[in-house]
């Protein structure tokens, strides 16, 4: 009889034994599988000039009349033929239509067509601060994600938290907004930087 019954209870824990390493088991294919990315905020995009910023004018067929200009503390830039233009707080589109009435109306370019591209938003700035190599402002970039971000920054610290980025963007309406983003995960790379932010690296907890 004792013997029957340390049969049935070498079964019974040979069972439970098997639910466990199934349970087990299907916990990690769970973890292991394809992992959701959250939705991220999407930045306010704002590509108006401002005085430092630089970009360049591309008068098509006219290399003599296409340049780099930076505007001018004023908000200013000289163009050839034309002169003095007031470009601070303009759009890129704005600029090029500007450039383009006043070549046609002097009689400088009968059908003339302009394109801006901007080099740098000297005026627009994020900082980055904490636990990455070299802390401080930097100029916006269109299409800036957070990881390219801390790579201006010198990367990060050997005691920097990458789990734990935040980000402090303001909102219209001005109320801050914390953002914290796993930069470890890969968040980093779908995250895009808006004029204004502050990048906070922590350090590691140990």
Do not use: W
């Not at 980055?128 to 100029?139: D, I, W």
């Not at 004029?195 to 906070?200: E, F, H, L, P, W």
Request: glycine letters at 10%.
């Amino acid at each position: 009889m004792f013997a029957r019954r340390s049969d049935r209870y070498f079964a019974l824990a040979g069972s439970l034994l098997a639910l466990v390493v199934l349970a087990g088991t299907a916990l990690l294919a769970c973890q292991s599988g394809p992992r959701t990315r959250r939705q991220l905020p999407v930045p306010e995009e704002d590509s108006s000039v401002g005085p430092g910023d630089t970009f360049e004018v591309q008068v098509f067929g006219l290399p003599e009349l296409s340049g780099i200009h930076q505007v001018a503390r004023n908000g200013t830039i000289d163009f050839p033929l034309i002169g003095r233009l007031e470009v601070a707080g303009l759009e890129p589109p704005a600029i090029s239509d500007i450039i383009v009435e006043r070549l046609r109306s002097g009689d400088f370019v009968l059908q003339p067509s302009v394109r801006i591209v901007v080099k740098e938003y000297a005026s627009k700035r994020i900082s980055v601060m904490g636990q990455v190599a070299r802390p401080g402002q930097f100029p916006m970039q269109m299409g800036l994600s957070l990881v390219e971000a801390i790579s201006l920054a010198g990367g990060f610290t050997s005691i920097a938290d990458d789990s734990n980025v935040t980000i402090v963007r303001r909102e219209r309406g001005g109320r801050l907004r914390r953002i914290r983003i796993d930069v470890d995960s890969g968040e980093g790379d779908d995250f895009y930087l808006q004029a204004g932010d502050s990048v906070r690296v922590p350090q590691t907890i140990f």
